[in-house]
């Protein structure tokens, strides 16, 4: 069961309470608690000015936890909370009730309840801490994992297109079991140890590695493209021709001369037309194939990690 959270400071818990209820769940793990504690934000903004003034507070009789939210950053109110679970805890299991004296300054004057305090220190950090390392590296595996399909994804497009070519294995003879054998297998390297090579060296060059070249330049590696671009060139040749032999049907110097220019301005305008036209025509083409490699690179992606 969950710990409840009451606002009554009215503060932006948005990013805050994931933390508080994670915090709370990890600690009852490694804990358990027999009951959940009700969690209170308050305010006393007369409080915040003291530079010593109240952080936090645990009651034994409600099982309440009561953080003052003033001027704190969340990460200390978090503290707060870990220190209070540890009080919490020493409540469920009877050790709060020490006696003794209660009063300002108890930590001085009360041994027992200094070490009660002292361990709710200790035990409160040290938790703590091993949520917050925990679920950092849950998230690196996470973006781990991410990098990799991601690498997975753009070698399966740069081989479709025929950008990246797997390099046949070179055989050779063992010299210890007399078989043949790749020649990496020499060294002791599988498959395996050599995948992982090439995808360290890829996170460790991004600038150099064919996929940046891929993704950065496509433009130099589409054949298709050049095939377009010398029809297109054939075409203009056909075009300048025709505008030849009507020059020579007009009659007149100065006017055929003008009407050449005319020719040239409309023949331009033609071009650049048409060349515009084939790069939109171009770059649909391109994102068509691009998609249509995209789905079944992702469903041979996802047969691998199943």
């Not at 409540?91 to 300054?105: C, I, K, Q, S, T």
């Not at 050779?172 to 990496?184: L, S």
């Not at 590696?221 to 050049?226: F, G, H, L, S, V």
């Not at 040749?237 to 100065?254: H, Q, V």
């Amino acid at each position: 069961m969950t710990c409840a959270i009451k606002n009554p400071s009215k503060i932006d818990l948005t990013s805050l309470e994931p933390h508080v209820r994670g915090m709370y769940d990890y600690f009852n793990s490694k804990i358990g608690f027999n009951k959940p504690p009700t969690i209170y934000f308050d305010s006393e903004p007369s409080n915040q000015s003291k530079v010593l003034g109240k952080t936090a507070y645990y009651d034994p009789s409600t099982l309440e936890i009561h953080i003052f939210t003033d001027g704190r950053h969340p990460k200390d109110m978090l503290r707060s909370i870990a220190h209070e679970l540890i009080h919490h805890q020493q409540n469920e299991e009877g050790r709060l009730e020490v006696g003794g004296y209660m009063g300002e300054g108890y930590y001085l004057k009360n041994e027992e309840m200094k070490k009660l305090e002292q361990e709710a220190m200790l035990e409160g950090n040290a938790l703590m801490r091993e949520y917050e390392d925990n679920l950092k590296l849950e998230e690196k595996n996470k973006m781990s994992l991410k990098e990799w399909k991601n690498n997975e994804l753009n070698k399966e497009l740069l081989k479709k297109f025929g950008i990246l070519k797997e390099e046949k294995k070179k055989m050779v003879k063992d010299p210890k079991t007399g078989k043949m054998v790749p020649d990496y297998a020499i060294d002791g390297k599988g498959d395996k140890d050599l995948k992982e090579e090439e995808l360290e060296e890829g996170r460790n060059n991004p600038r150099t590695t064919n996929s940046d070249k891929f993704v950065g330049h496509e433009d130099r590696y589409q054949p298709d493209r050049i095939h377009e671009e010398e029809e297109l060139d054939e075409a203009s040749c056909g075009d300048k021709k025709e505008l030849r032999e009507e020059d020579e049907l007009e009659e007149g110097g100065a006017a055929a001369r003008t009407g050449n220019e005319n020719h040239d301005a409309g023949k331009e305008r033609m071009s650049g037309d048409r060349k515009h036209e084939s790069k939109t025509r171009e770059l649909q083409e391109s994102i068509k194939r691009i998609a249509k490699a995209n789905k079944v690179v992702l469903k041979s992606i996802k047969k691998r990690i199943r």
